[in-house]
């Protein structure tokens, strides 16, 4: 009965090799996060859609980009990863920007 | 045990002891507060939250405590076991259109058996 589902839970890749990060959810919420959390740190919103409209963070690198294809997935796309990008990613949603709930996390290694 | 939660500091206690967790918040137009425990290596879990119209809130054996005057917040764990340890966030929600969180740096909490 998992609500706030990331896929996968680890990901390995290159320094500047693209990779796609995915969340998916079965709570038919309307508002869907994505956060970077680095180690001992809060999580950073990158940014959110709200419905079908996209919500930039103004500090959010050109480099981080997502896609919301419909209500149920969103994606993390890091079109050139840097060593400075090895974080946790949290997907979370809400309805509305009331509570939010999260996902398990993918961890972000770059090698 | 109590602590201030905003230069991660960590709370360590004993089994079956209270314990409060402190949070500072920044904005006195913020309408909603929320805390949330984050396990290592997993996603932050939801406790409890709380509404700007209330001063306090109970849960299952966690109380919210919201001092609007000072800006200040407060998560009270009631007997706290070994699961408990974890980092706990708090944040605030801004009213107005722009309705993102605002967190806090987090407090670790260590429950020795």
């Known amino acids: 009965d998992a609500m706030v589902i990331q896929n996968p839970r680890y990901q390995v890749t290159q320094f500047g090799k693209p990779v796609t990060l995915s969340c998916s959810q079965t709570l038919n919420h309307n508002v869907m996060y994505w956060y970077q959390q680095k180690s001992s740190q809060a999580p950073k919103l990158l940014f959110h859609?709200?419905?079908?409209?996209?919500?930039n963070e103004a500090d959010t690198p050109d480099n981080f980009q997502s896609r919301r294809p419909n209500t149920s997935f969103c994606f993390l796309d890091i079109r050139s990863p840097g060593l400075g990008d090895a974080a946790m990613y949290l997907c979370?949603?809400?309805?509305?920007?009331?509570?939010?709930?999260f996902g398990p996390g993918t961890r972000l290694t770059v090698t | 045990g109590e602590s201030v939660g905003l230069h991660l500091p960590t709370l360590s206690v004993q089994e079956g002891d209270n314990s409060i967790i402190n949070c500072a918040y920044s904005n006195s137009a913020s309408d909603y507060f929320i805390w949330y425990k984050q396990e290592s290596g997993k996603g932050p879990q939801f406790i409890i939250d709380i509404r700007s119209n209330m001063d306090k809130r109970q849960g299952q054996r966690v109380t919210v405590l919201l001092n609007k005057t000072v800006k200040h917040l407060s998560l009270q764990i009631a007997a706290t076991q070994p699961g408990d340890s974890a980092v706990y966030f708090c944040?605030?929600?801004?009213?107005?259109?722009?309705?993102?969180?605002?967190w806090g740096l987090g407090t670790s909490l260590a429950v020795n058996p």
């Open positions: 979370a949603t809400s309805r509305d920007h009331d509570k939010q709930y």
């Open positions: 944040a605030e929600r801004m009213a107005g259109n722009n309705r993102k969180l605002i």
């Open positions: 859609y709200y419905d079908k409209d996209f919500n």
